[in-house]
């Protein structure tokens, strides 16, 4: 008797049943998850109510009540599918019903908004539960784990967009070369992060794959990378890997300049490490600078384009808001926007988008008139001099 009374008071102590406030989640962390597949769990920071709108899954909404410790969001039909989440969760647990993450099978992470998601509890949950890893492809990791590490396990060969995107804590993630896709977004406002080495086997580097990384401060490309533009002579593809990351201050491997500052392929610039830098003087041999290239880069004050340059992105220089002049050696005067009709130098019509009101254009003065007269420049008449380069 005394045995099986010891025995019941163990078992009250593990199962969690103090009704504490993570109880619930502590005793399915880690297994697969024993709910119905007709609801999904949850707990919130606040300790009341997360509100879902319809939108959010694949199945209509019957109820959403949150007990003692943890909600419970109930649906007329099996939940299979995830779009979006956002609100205070902490904690998930998802029904073994769901096989679908996002919006559709290229969707960027359904839950990079859940700023204070801690653990995912699923059958496609990781065993620390800080991810969600299916089919091989990492889609989503917890942003509030709170780890400052994290290593991408063996089995994974893709990387999800927006897979680790804001997640605050990360300092460093370290990825395996079996690694051989990568979705947009992937790394996008991992403010911790100061340096990543992306995967030797990676072909091309997705959309804004690091943008808004504050702190970021080396990039370790792949072997090679391949340019993603069709067979047009400047990349239509907007190079927004490393938009907003103005403490960037060298790309280490092949496609790089030789003093580290520009990621370069086939001769086209797709992104710029601006730090320690109010003025850069492009390399000789670039032909062209791809769409977005020195985007939203606020340290420049001045950039000197060689002659060699032939076309200039759309939004090139958007949002430069420091870029005071701009030397262009070129005799005949590079293709603007190319190969959308949109402007190189101001990135919207708003005035909030624009350089500062008073940058000016250097160009040589014996082709002040071609300047002065071609398509997209002329729309730069009144900033545009003659200059003896």
Partial sequence: MKKLLFVLVCSTILCGCDNGSNSYY????????????????????????????????????????????????????????????????????????????????????????????????????????????KDN?????????????????????EIGGGAFSNCQYLKNIKMHDNIVAMGDFAFEGCNSLKDIVFPKKLKSLPDGVCANCSELE???????????????????????????????????????TSDGKCLV??????????????????????????????????????????????????SAFAFCHNLQDIYCEATNPPVLGYPFNTRAFIGATSPFHELPYNYTIYVPKSSLNSYLNAEGWNEFRSHIVGYNF
Avoid at 57 to 80: C, E, M, Q, R, W
Avoid at 137 to 151: G, P, V
Avoid at 301 to 312: D, G, L, T
Wanted: aromatic share 14%.
């Fill in 137 to 157: 492809k990492l889609i989503a990791y917890a942003r509030n784990s709170r780890q400052d590490s994290f290593t991408v396990p063996n089995r994974v060969t």
């Fill in 265 to 314: 392929i086939n001769n086209i610039i797709h992104a710029f490490a601006p730090a320690y830098l109010d003025e850069y003087a492009i390399p000789n041999h670039i032909e062209a600078i791809a769409c977005a290239g020195f985007h939203k880069n606020d340290q420049i004050e001045a950039i000197y384009i060689p002659s060699s340059v032939k076309y200039i992105g759309s």
């Fill in 26 to 133: 502590e005793d399915v962390m880690g297994q697969n998850p024993n709910i119905s597949d007709y609801e999904l769990h949850y707990t919130s920071r606040s300790g009341y109510v997360v509100e879902f709108d319809d939108d959010c899954f694949d199945a209509p909404i019957v109820s959403n009540t949150y007990y003692i410790d943890h909600g419970v969001v109930k649906f007329t039909t099996p939940l299979t599918r995830i779009y979006y989440l956002e609100g205070d969760i902490t904690t998930i647990t998802i029904p073994s019903s769901v096989e679908l993450f996002g919006y559709d099978t290229n969707e960027l992470n359904p839950f990079r908004d859940c700023e204070y998601l801690s653990n995912f509890n699923c059958k496609y949950a990781s065993s620390d539960g800080f991810s969600i890893i």
């Fill in 218 to 256: 080396i990039v370790t490309l792949p072997n090679q990378l391949e340019c993603q533009c069709d067979g047009l002579p400047c990349c239509s593809v907007t190079s927004s890997y490393f938009t907003n990351c103005n403490q960037l201050n060298k790309f280490i491997g092949y496609n790089t």
